[in-house]
């Protein structure tokens, strides 16, 4: 499934081909969407952007396009009256005087108007989003140290849409990793220096994401990585997806487990305390 990064990624396509352009037609693949075709036609896209792992498309006349892509779910942008060679079942289309915006195989699609973005059940329920403009560090630092959720242990919270919106499998086991944090600890039990640490990572590798297109390795290795031959997948993560693999900090052999029946990767001598 995507992540944040993959996710605001994509918005920021969407938004480059939609934002301040009229779609001047629509498909929907559901039946129960299909009166919106009409009622959308012509009108201009305001903003295009995401919330955890779902992509939000504004029309001026205040109605908004809420999808999430699931486990299968893939946009595409391409030129008007292209389509791409896939196998997958297209589920909306939008489609500008120049460009075409596709969305395969997502099955969750709803159009919504303000209120009922406000109070749809997935949107209001999410934590802080961790790539959003107004989260800092302090931001995100505030929810680990939060009252409510000092029980929890941290392999299994970072997965919670609720608690930071836009952490996923992968980010889950390379911040742990790089600040060092063992998966099965609770929040209550980590120092004021782990706390900080983990908040850090959370953002740094994030963002790093974000702006590299999924890589979470230190950026000097993961270049002398790829001159030496490896894939972009085998020289992206420090631990994801590399069990057996020696640790690139201490020579461990990297251990896969499961947590929130969720395989996690992790260094048993790197991540046991402060």
Same mark, same amino acid.
């Given at each position: ?46 903003? +295009? ?21 699931? =486990?299968?779910?893939?946009? %595409?942008? +391409? ?12 589920? *909306? ?12 195989? $997502? ?15 997935? =949107? ?13 560090? %302090?931001?995100? =630092?505030?929810?680990?140290? $939060? ?5 929890? !242990?941290?392999?299994?919270? =970072?997965?919670?849409?609720?608690? *930071? $919106? ?28 782990? *706390?900080?640490?983990?908040?850090? !990572? ?42 057996? %693999? ?8 990297? %251990? ?19």
């Amino acid at each position: 499934m995507p992540e944040g990064p993959e996710i605001r990624r994509t918005t920021d396509r969407l938004a480059a081909a939609l934002v301040g352009r009229a779609v001047e037609e629509l498909f929907f693949a559901f039946p129960t969407l299909k009166s919106f075709e009409k009622e959308l036609t012509d009108c201009e896209v305001t903003a +295009v952007f995401p919330r955890a792992k779902a992509v939000l498309v504004q029309f001026d006349n205040g109605l908004t396009i809420y999808s999430h892509n699931q =486990l299968y779910g893939i946009w %595409e942008v +391409v030129a008007r009256g292209e389509l791409p060679e896939t196998k997958r079942q297209l589920r *909306l289309a939008l489609h500008t005087v120049e460009q075409s915006c596709l969305l395969y195989s $997502a099955s969750d699609i709803e159009v919504l108007d303000e209120e009922g973005v406000k109070r749809h059940p997935f =949107l209001c329920r999410l934590g802080p989003d961790v790539l959003a403009e107004e989260t800092d560090l %302090e931001v995100i =630092l505030d929810r680990y140290r $939060a009252d409510r959720f000092q029980g929890r !242990q941290v392999g299994s919270l =970072l997965l919670e849409q609720g608690f *930071l $919106a836009g952490l996923g499998n992968y980010l889950r086991s390379e911040i742990l990793f790089a600040a060092g944090v063992d998966p099965h600890a609770r929040l209550r039990d980590l120092g004021a220096g782990q *706390l900080r640490r983990l908040a850090r !990572q959370t953002l740094k590798l994030t963002v790093q994401s974000y702006e590299t297109g999924g890589v979470t390795n230190e950026l000097k290795r993961y270049r002398r990585l790829q001159k030496q031959g490896l894939s972009f997948h085998n020289a992206r993560f420090r631990v994801f997806d590399r069990e057996g %693999e020696a640790c690139y900090d201490c020579g461990e052999r990297i %251990e896969r487990i499961s947590v929130s029946s969720r395989r996690l990767y992790f260094c048993p001598t790197c991540q046991t305390g402060e």
